[in-house]
């Protein structure tokens, strides 16, 4: 066993394999059935390249096999930081043929987070482009591995400079191996109980940590993830979010859609005209997306211009939609159910489904996929709350982990004493069954020991007609510790004053000590490598801005 993993107990384990949840088959194995099944039909879109369901598995088997000759071994930990191209989708299944487990980098990841994930999970590769935009990353990476012993090799999309590796070439050149080389690592060097890939915690605070998804509970979550999401043979999923991210790879995501014999199309941006343009062009039937990018989409003057009927489903996850938002959507994309969902890459997935009644949809994240997802709503004692009454969510199930890869000190503290994970999201259970996030435990305000839910005063803010998104974070202040500050972005030709605003939140009839105390226009949010807005950028502006020691006299 991989030291540093935490696996699942023994009788949960044996549970989850008599209900058919696990089916004890490594991903490399499950995968081998769906290339063979669906050999001729187009897998991946990318741009003008195109692959088929059997060209995907020949060039992660000859990809495979040549990583094998270059010494990456199985339970070897990779470090991929790829943007969203095939190439990524080649190396993932070339990694799980050879057992080897690739870390969730983002292409946004820079030196202090790379350098974490390779230090923490003792990396012996990294996969990066050779440049984006203005980056560099061969130098970056260059200087991790002289700071980590453990980093061996150098992969780069591209052509290959001094101690670098072509990823292009390693995909294209035949291997000197045979095919068999791999199919007996399989099962013995590594089996489906062990990590298939670490994805990354979505903490608020410092680097995000390792988790530890198995092959037998990240094939079933794709799997179960997929027949909510209503994916079939004849579906195309439009990725543009982080490729390497949960949702978009296993939620169902990229595994999801293969299972069934469906076509991926990726794109390396967000821009809502090129995002039609291939709606339109592929007929695309599904969307990921988050719900800071649906405010684009839907407010983009573009989107007239692009025959958008083929969309069937639009996925939103990340943070909460609010129901304008969505009730805007249905009205732009007219054949599309606006399915909410609340998931995270530790594991439980939670999705509004089709037929349930419109109060229901507008106003919860929808309820656990699996019949064992156990869920607790607690408080800080680790208590059950009353029905109906807020708690911290806690849960544990078949695909969701038991404690993050090598911090036992941390595990303690963000685990019950029975498994369950604490997830710092708060919530309440809807009477229909149905969840309803409340914000989370870290998302307060806290005013002069008055709590502040940041999430309800935006989604009140939301409501005034000039405001296209929010944002409320802490301001330091010295009587009352923290105030409020709300950061908007306005929609075109509008115009919003801080008293404006409180005279229309005091409408609403809520305590004053609940109004936003500054008010800051920007024109876009700085967004987390998840794609959420990200707050903790927002507060350390302000804070900066409200530092003396950053204001200069003349």
């Not at 990240?218 to 997929?226: F, G, P, T």
């Not at 064992?372 to 695909?399: F, N, S, T």
Request: charged residues 20%; glycine residues 8%.
């Amino acid at each position: 066993m991989l030291d540093g993993f935490v696996p699942f107990p023994p009788a949960l384990a044996q549970d989850y394999r008599a209900k058919g949840y696990w089916q004890d088959r490594t991903l490399a194995r499950e995968f081998a059935a769906v290339f063979d099944r669906f050999g001729p039909r187009t897998a991946l879109i990318d741009g003008e390249r195109r692959w088929t369901y059997a060209q995907l598995d020949a060039d992660s088997t000859n990809l495979a096999l040549n990583l094998l000759d270059l010494g990456l071994r199985p339970l070897d930990r990779v470090v991929p930081v790829l943007p969203n191209v095939a190439e990524f989708v080649v190396l993932y299944f070339a990694l799980q043929k050879l057992g080897a487990i690739p870390i969730a980098a983002l292409v946004t990841h820079r030196h202090a987070e790379i350098s974490q994930f390779t230090r923490l999970a003792q990396a012996r590769c990294a996969v990066y482009p050779a440049q984006v935009g203005d980056f560099r990353f061969g130098p970056m990476v260059e200087r991790i591995q002289a700071e980590q012993p453990c980093l061996q090799l150098r992969l780069v999309l591209g052509e290959a400079g001094p101690g670098e590796h072509s990823l292009t070439e390693l995909i294209t050149r035949p291997a000197t191996r045979p095919p068999a080389d791999l199919h007996a690592l399989d099962g013995h060097a590594f089996t489906p109980t062990d990590p298939c890939i670490f994805q990354l915690s979505g903490g608020t605070t410092g680097i995000p940590k390792l988790i530890p998804r198995t092959h037998n509970d990240y094939a079933y979550n794709s799997k179960v993830a997929s027949e909510v999401a209503g994916v079939g043979r004849d579906s195309v999923l439009l990725l543009v979010l982080p490729i390497a991210h949960n949702l978009p790879l296993a939620c169902p995501g990229i595994q999801g859609f293969l299972f069934h014999g469906a076509t991926v199309v990726l794109h390396a941006n967000t821009r809502p005209a090129e995002m039609f343009a291939l709606i339109q062009q592929h007929r695309v039937t599904h969307l990921k997306v988050v719900p800071a990018l649906l405010i684009r989409l839907i407010n983009d003057p573009a989107i007239g211009g692009f025959d958008l009927a083929s969309v069937e489903q639009i996925q939103s996850g990340g943070q909460r939609m609010q129901p304008e938002v969505r009730l805007r959507t249905r009205q732009l994309f007219a054949n599309a159910f606006v399915q909410e969902n609340f998931g995270m890459s530790e594991g439980l997935l939670m999705f509004v489904r089709r037929g349930d009644p419109e109060e229901v949809l507008l106003e919860t994240c929808g309820r656990p996929v699996c019949a064992d997802d156990e869920v607790r709503l607690i408080d800080d004692d680790g208590a059950e709350v009353a029905e109906g009454a807020v708690g911290e969510l806690a849960c544990r199930g078949p695909y969701t982990l038991r404690g993050y890869f090598g911090v036992p000190e941390y595990n303690a503290r963000q685990f019950t004493p029975d498994g369950f994970y604490r997830s710092g999201d708060l919530m309440r259970r809807h009477p229909s069954g149905n969840y309803v996030v409340e914000g989370r435990k870290k998302d307060l305000i806290n005013r002069g020991g008055e709590k502040i839910s940041a999430e309800e005063i935006e989604n009140l803010i939301l409501q005034h007609p000039a405001v296209q998104n929010v944002a409320c974070v802490p301001m330091p202040d010295a009587a009352m510790g923290e105030k409020m500050c709300a950061y908007v972005v306005l929609r075109a030709g509008h115009t919003l004053a801080l008293k404006d605003l409180v005279a229309f939140l005091l409408t609403h009839e809520i305590a004053k000590f609940k109004l936003p105390e500054r008010l800051e226009v920007v024109a876009d949010f700085p967004v987390s490598t998840f794609g959420k807005v990200s707050k903790k950028a927002l507060a350390e502006r302000i804070a900066a801005e409200l530092n003396p020691q950053n204001t200069h006299q003349d």
